[in-house]
């Protein structure tokens, strides 16, 4: 029969495979924890990148109408300037 220290040294290394065991599962638990997180950081820095190239975009595309919406203005006032002096069309010859 095994002495009792020898049961203790058995008891201790066992309980040291164990532990050794549990740490290299936590390990790998937590990196593929942080695999996670840094995949979520991207698509969050993705997302913020999208809308804010969808706010330019909106302020280009309000720009662009705010700039048709004068043109046309002009336009219609120029047409009324001509009708009222009367325009002179000539014909080609």
Do not use: H, N, P, Y
Not at 25 to 52: C, G, V, Y
Not at 58 to 87: C, P
Request: zero cysteines; aromatic letters at 2%.
């Amino acid at each position: 029969m095994a002495s009792r220290t020898e049961r203790f040294k058995t008891a201790a290394v066992k309980a040291a495979r164990t532990a050794r065991k549990w740490a290299e599962t936590a390990a790998r638990e937590a990196d593929r924890l942080l695999k996670e997180a840094q995949k979520r950081a991207k698509s969050e820095q993705r997302q913020q990148r999208i809308k804010a190239a969808l706010r330019r975009t909106g302020k280009v595309l309000k720009a662009a109408g705010r700039a048709a919406i004068v043109a046309g203005i002009a336009a219609g006032i120029a047409s009324a300037r001509a009708d009222k002096r009367g325009r002179k069309v000539r014909k080609k010859r």
